[in-house]
């Protein structure tokens, strides 16, 4: 049996934080899932309706053609962004002038508010009068991401890459500078090379930054919103329209708050699961 | 009185909500009565503590739930059934 400390007062100082969830997440998720069983025409009266919200929402091809957007989104810019990450945080420098730099750089764009860079991204992809846009045409490649799909799609994981590697970038950093130079004299009296180093030690070191970083740009992107409604509105046509795009058109367009409580909460669900799978997957190879 | 007719309450919703927080009660209990110690590992090569379990067994059931109503429709009662026994195979063996 655990010997256990007598002393529990330490409990009362979660008290405020579990008032703040309550407020900002129990209450609302308990509303959402009260809304998702009925239906409302307004002036707060509601008729049951069961599960019919749920079987319309897990039989709409419009859902499960949103979910398969949001997983092609979400599985490119993780694919590109962890790997673009750990490799510029391998080049970084780790000391000299050099290193405030690179951070204040790589800062940057974690600073600049979601709608600030949807709204630069797409002046900056504009094929009139953006840097960005012209210079593809200039190029001899016909680039209009208002018109085309995969231009619109080029554009919107462009503009993730950039605004988020960053974060995968500061993480690895901090996972590296924390490695003790001891590890890295031992490879070397060994001879090791710089890929055997990566795969050795700098690697297996990361892994808990590597567990973090995955599983904050997976939920990030996962319900990313902001950007590509101000870039795209999730056009051209619903290119670009992800989950939560298409579960505001249909909560605050179309106002039917049944169908959306249900999106929602089937939406809710499946970050769970692949949260939870993602974690477990990561920390299993901890534990070995 | 503190109006609540926005959360559109009903007694199916309220009752699931109840549910959810006698586990938590139970599960408190539980630990005080019979403390479970630290994390075990299952058949699934999973190392979890009476909470986890509770949690992969609520997922679950949610997951089983949704999974039953694409996939057969309403009504649900073969569902809460097999996410019982599925809770009750996590709690035994995960």
Avoid at chain 1, 25 to 41: H, R
Avoid at chain 1, 116 to 125: C, Q, T
Wanted: proline share 4%; glycine share 8%.
């Amino acid at each position: 049996m655990i010997r256990r400390s007598a002393n529990q007062k330490a409990w009362w100082l979660v008290l405020p934080v579990v008032a703040l969830v309550a407020f900002n997440a129990v209450i609302p998720l308990m509303t959402v899932v009260n809304y998702s069983f009925q239906e409302t025409f307004g002036e707060n009266v509601f008729f049951w309706e069961g599960t019919k919200w749920y079987l319309q929402i897990l039989q709409s091809e419009r859902f499960h053609a949103s979910l398969l957007r949001q997983l092609i989104f979400t599985a490119t810019v993780l694919a590109i962004e962890i790997p673009l990450g750990i490799a510029i945080a391998l080049s970084m420098p780790r000391r000299g002038i050099g290193v405030s730099l690179c951070l204040v750089l790589m800062a940057l764009p974690l600073l600049i508010p979601w709608n600030v860079v949807g709204a630069m991204w797409n002046i900056f992809a504009l094929p009139e009068i953006g840097l960005l846009g012209r210079a593809i045409n200039a190029l001899g490649i016909e680039y209009n991401f208002t018109r085309q799909p995969g231009a619109a799609w080029f554009t919107v994981i462009l503009m993730d890459v950039w605004h988020w590697t960053s974060l995968v970038v500061l993480l690895c950093y901090a996972g590296l500078c924390a490695i003790p130079d001891a590890y890295m004299q031992a490879a070397k009296i060994d001879g090791a090379g710089n890929w055997q180093v990566f795969r050795h030690i700098q690697l297996p070191k990361l892994k808990r930054v590597l567990t973090i970083a995955v599983l904050l740009r997976f939920m990030d992107s996962f319900m990313i919103y902001t950007e590509p409604f101000v870039l795209t509105g999730g056009g051209p046509g619903n290119a670009t329209t992800f989950l939560s795009i298409d579960l505001v058109k249909i909560a605050l367009g179309q106002f039917d708050l049944g169908p959306a409580a249900a999106m929602s909460l089937i939406y809710f669900i499946m970050i769970l699961l692949l949260c939870w799978i993602f974690y477990t997957l990561m920390m299993r190879g901890e534990e070995r | 009185m503190l109006d609540l007719s926005w959360m559109a309450w009903t007694w199916p919703t309220a009752a699931f909500f109840a549910a959810v927080a006698l586990a938590l009660v139970a599960m408190t209990i539980w630990e005080k009565l019979r403390p479970g110690g630290g994390a075990r590992r299952g058949v699934l090569g999973l190392h979890t503590t009476r909470g986890d379990r509770l949690f992969i067994s609520v997922l679950g059931g949610m997951i089983l739930h949704l999974a039953w109503l694409g996939a057969l429709g309403p009504p649900l009662w073969g569902a809460l059934g097999v996410s019982a026994l599925f809770a009750l195979a996590v709690f035994r063996w995960v």
